[in-house]
């Protein structure tokens, strides 16, 4: 089709024509709110590098997810920020750990609200590596007995599905066996399947207090430049029995989405995190762009390059913008 028998611009002509060829449209059904959970009663901490995000006390995530229930935004993405730290994580798997405890609370006072939990150690060992730590050096094979025992106390806690973030070799099925043997078969694994060892988190690690103290996660998290490598992680993950497979992050690797989407099934979800947060935000608040626009058009590509959910800091807001 050739101008001039071809014009693209009559069916642009007008906000109707413009909906009736729209491809992409957001739905608060694609969000997944990431929240912060600290030990302590009415807390409230404002995350600087993230405007309007917070670390919460227990009965604070609870207001927020009554809210966050009435945005009709489905599920939630939990990060707990321990009061202590050790070599062993203790505190990612004990009974009454952070986590543990804002779940229970939460599906006691939100019982429809889906809770999903990040499985991860750094946040919880104090060297701050995602796994156990020998001579200097992220031991994988050690550390999947924790993430698995991490996993399985937060599906005891009620947690209904599971999002292992550490990028250790084997946790998605040492993860499923341990939930399987232990009567939690119908608890799903969200993996974070291709996570790239990326610079755009460094907002969230003042958030979550999670920053590796020597080195960096170059040893377990994927190289920006590859992608090839991300579709070899993503169908290891899916024979290791994970039920949504996501990218990480997400604006940066549009294109590694769209290739997921394209080789496997499963559900893929998106992480648009927190340094994607913060520009937008920064922008915004210096008076450079439309804020508002700018973040629906982000949302809008991320389910266009194939995303059917979206981990998002902006999940509020623009359920709010879907609302108006
Ligand atoms: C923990 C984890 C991280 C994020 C999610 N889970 C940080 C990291 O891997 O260093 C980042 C999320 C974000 O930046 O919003 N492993």
Redesign the pocket.
Known sequence: MLFPEYRPRRLRQNESFRRMIRETVLNTNDFIM?LFAVEGKDVKNPIPSMPGQFQMSVDNIVKTCQEIQKLNIPAIML?GVPGKKDALATSAYAKDGIVQQAVRNLKNKVPDLAVIT?V?L??YTDHGH?GVVEKNVVDNDASLDLLARTALSHAKAGADMVAP???MDGRVGEIRESLDENGFSHVPIMS?AA?YC?G??????QA?D??PKFGD?RTY?MDPANAQEAIREVMMDIEEGADIIMV??ALAYLDVIYRVRQECDLPVAA?N???E?AMIKAAEQLGWLDGTRVMMESLTAIKRAGADMILT?FAMDAARELQT
């Open positions: 990431p990060f990040d991860c750094c946040q995602c973030s550490d990028m974070y996570k990326s755009f988190y460094g907002p969230f690690r979550a999670s920053a996660r998290q990480k992050p992480y995190v927190s340094g947060y800091y």
